[in-house]
Structures are given as C-alpha cells and as structure tokens.
C-alpha cells in the first residue's frame, strides 16, 4: 500500500524548509540554516510541540555516499510543474543508477538541500528512492514558483519547545 502527501521545499539564500506531510497524519519538517549550520526538526507528541536540535554533520555525512554521481540528461525537453524539465539518468559510484526528471533553469544554492544529489547544479522535478527502512518514494513537482519568502518561515515557531536530539530520544521511548 502506498501513502500519498506532499513535500515543500522552500528556499531563501542558506536557509532551507522542507516539509513532508503524508495524508495518514505523519508530519516531518526540517528546518536548516546552511550559514549558522543548524537544523532542526519540528515534531508533535502527545500534543506537545518540539523543535529537535539535530547534528547538521550527520546530513552532510549521509550525503557524501552519494557524491561524485554523473548526469546524463536527454535533450528532449518536456514541460513539468511549468519549467522546461529534462530526463536524466544519474548513476552513483556504487554502480546504482536513477532516472528523474530535472530543470536546470533552477538550482540551490546549498550543497545537500537534496541529499542524493549533494552539490546539484539543477532542481529535481520527478524522481524516485527507497529509504533504508524500504519504504519507497516517488517525489513529483506540481508548482515551482519564484516569489517572496519571509524569514519567519525558516524560524522555529514559538509554540515549540526546544530540545536536544538526546531528550528527543528519551521521550520518544
């Protein structure tokens, strides 16, 4: 059975706000600020808001698996989410290869704001992967928009309580 939601993610400058949220209720939002290299994520339990303090080296960690990845992209351009996109194939060092589909008309700014494709040089628009778990995503752009983003977007809202990633831990037992 699959689970169907949506994924945001919103950029400005070194700040990044990625927000998965499934329709079965599961919510997952990052927030990371490349410059003060924090992250956080903001997480409910037990109707008690959380904003969990996380290590930022242990993305830039889980990224590096997949550096030094090639892109071979069609040239055939097709319309998706309102940009000109492209397929490509990405192949990764350890021999596994991905098809998505990707615009080079957009590209972040900070190294891991998609982690299996550290350091991109465009915005993936479809693609698909399978977390550790098994548990298998297709991501699929509907919109891509240039427009004003406030800086609150990127602050942890004042109804959450901050914590450490290790009191997380614990109360999650």
């Known amino acids: 059975a699959g689970y169907t939601g949506s994924y945001t993610v919103t950029?400005?400058?070194?700040?990044?706000?990625?927000?998965?949220?499934?329709?079965?209720?599961?919510?997952?939002?990052?927030?990371f600020n490349f410059e003060n290299n924090t992250v956080y994520s903001l997480k409910t339990m037990a109707d008690k808001k959380f904003a969990i303090q996380l290590n930022m080296d242990d993305f830039v960690s889980k990224a590096k698996q997949y550096e030094g990845?090639?892109?071979?992209?069609?040239?055939?351009?097709?319309?998706?989410?309102?940009?000109a996109a492209y397929e490509a194939?990405?192949?990764?060092?350890?021999?596994?290869?991905?098809v998505i589909s990707l615009t080079t008309e957009w590209q972040p700014e900070n190294k891991i704001t998609f982690e299996r494709f550290p350091d991109c040089k465009f915005l993936p628009l479809v693609f698909d992967y399978k977390n550790d778990n098994g548990s298998q995503f297709h991501f699929q752009a509907e919109r891509v928009t240039a427009s004003p983003v406030e800086n609150a977007d990127f602050r942890i809202p004042a109804d959450y309580k901050l914590i450490s990633y290790s009191e997380y831990q614990q109360l999650s037992r």
């Open 11 to 31: 950029m400005k400058g070194k700040q990044v706000r990625k927000e998965l949220r499934m329709k079965n209720g599961y919510d997952d939002v990052l927030i």
């Open 69 to 83: 990845y090639t892109v071979s992209k069609e040239d055939k351009e097709k319309k998706i989410a309102g940009t």
């Open 89 to 98: 194939e990405i192949g990764y060092r350890d021999g596994n290869k991905s």
